[in-house]
C-alpha cells in the first residue's frame, strides 16, 4: 500500500510528472495507481526517472512541505520501451535518506541513579523545524525561523539509558550548535538540565547521516561523549514497472 511518486527527468516526448506508483505486495515493485498514473514510453530513447517516498498529491512548483517525516529519493535510472523496468536497485540509482536522523542515549549518572527520577521533556532549541522537499531534484531547503522541538514524556523512569531519535531537516546551525535542555521530575519537582551539542560535520547536520549522542546526566550537570556519526542505511531498493502504450 506504500506509494512513490515518480517524475520523468530527461527531455524527449515521454514526459511524466508526479505519478503515483503503489507497491501492493510490499515486495519493492510498484505499478501506476491507475490508469491516470500510468508513464508511457511515446519514443524509444532512453528515459531517465527519479522517484521519492512517501508520495504527496498537494506539491507546490514541484515541491512538499516537510512534516518531520523521513523523505527518500531515487533518481537516474533509466529504461525504454524495449526495456521497460525501471530499476532502483544499484548503488547510484537507490533509494537514499534525504534528512538527518539524530538519536539521543540517555543515561543516569552520579547522584541521578537510584533516585527515582523521571523523564520530563526534552528540547532542541534554534534549529529549523519546517521545511520544502524537491521531488524532482531530491534537494531539501529550510523555511520559516528557528524554532524549539519539544518532546514530553508521560511517565517514563529514568532508571537505565533511555534512547530517543527525531528526523530533522539538514541544516546549518547558529552558532554552530544546538542547545538541549533535559527536564526530569523528582517528587513531583523538576530539574533543568542543559548542554550545547555542536556536530563535527563543520556545525551542520547533513542529509542521509545519522548523529549519535551519548549523554551522562549527573546531579552535578551533564557529559556528552564524542559523537558518533555513521552514514544512515538506505531505505528498499525497488523496480518500478512503465506500462508500454500499445
Known sequence: GDAIGVNVTSTGNTT??????????????????????????????????????P???FLTDGKMNWNM?????????????????????????????CMSLVEFKIKPGQGVKYNNYKFNSLNMKGIFTSGKFDTRTGSVETAGDRATLTRVFNDVPFESEESFAYIMLPQSLESNKMDIEIYLLLNDSEVKYTTPITPSTNGQFEGGKKYTYNITVKNTGITIEKANIVPWENGDSSDLDADIAL
Open 55 to 57: 508520495y504527496s498529491k
Open 69 to 97: 517525516a523521513e523523505v527518500l529519493f531515487a533518481s537516474g535510472a533509466t529504461a525504454s520501451k524495449a526495456s521497460p523496468i525501471v530499476n532502483f536497485t544499484d548503488i547510484e540509482h537507490r533509494f537514499k535518506h
Open 16 to 53: 511524466g510528472d508526479n505519478k503515483k506508483y503503489v507497491t501492493t505486495n510490499g515486495d519493492g515493485t510498484f505499478e501506476a495507481a491507475d490508469n491516470n498514473n500510468i508513464i508511457y514510453f511515446k519514443d524509444n530513447k532512453e528515459t531517465t526517472f527519479s522517484a521519492y517516498y
